[in-house]
């Protein structure tokens, strides 16, 4: 059985979802002004293996802490890395399609795959993978960054399948992929 696939994102209101130079203090000082964790910690008790481009490893490595001490981590590159050795044994780097990937995820007794960082995204959405994403709009206009959705090809249907509003003025919308 393939495992379920899901994004779960936060954007500027422009549709960005770091600047152009990869930072993203803009999103960390919005969100944590009201302690609300926006579903977060449901959402990641319920995946078992997290997929994260380069870019989006680089930008873990510095934060305070690993955050994902205790989840399967994929690391998506061309490129071999040389992974710090703070990291837990269940960080590994891959070079694969998607497809492949997810395939080989799947067979290994992955249920749920949560995909991060940009272009990941866009490859698992333009290879058709993508099940479900979970998009949480920042009050904030960007004004240029690097988009969450980039060209994937071919049109992508969604269904609305709800929508929050929290009091700071965040905007959350889950929607599934329709195949």
Do not use: C
Not at 49 to 69: C, D, K, S
Not at 84 to 92: E, I, Q, S, T, Y
Not at 159 to 174: D, I, M, P, R
């Amino acid at each position: 059985m393939r495992a379920k696939v899901s994004v779960y994102i936060a954007t500027s209101l422009d549709g960005f979802i770091a600047r152009k130079d990869g930072s993203i203090n803009w999103l960390t000082d919005s969100a944590n002004q009201s302690g609300e964790d926006y579903g977060y910690q449901h959402f990641i008790d319920s995946i078992d293996v997290i997929v994260m481009g380069r870019n989006t490893f680089e930008t873990a490595l510095t934060f305070e802490a690993w955050p994902y001490t205790h989840k399967r981590v994929v690391v998506l590159s061309t490129r071999m890395l040389k992974l710090p050795d703070r990291l837990p044994k269940n960080v590994a780097v891959q070079n694969a399609s998607p497809l492949m990937l997810l395939e080989s995820l799947s067979a290994d007794g992955a249920t749920h795959l949560y995909i991060d960082g940009g272009n990941t995204i866009q490859r698992f959405l333009a290879a058709g993978l993508v099940d479900e994403l979970t998009i949480t709009r920042i009050p904030i206009l960007l004004g240029d960054g690097l988009p969450l959705f980039g060209s994937i090809g071919r049109e992508m249907r969604l269904e609305h399948l709800e929508t929050k509003a929290f009091s700071n003025g965040l905007v959350q919308s889950k929607y599934r992929v329709i195949k």
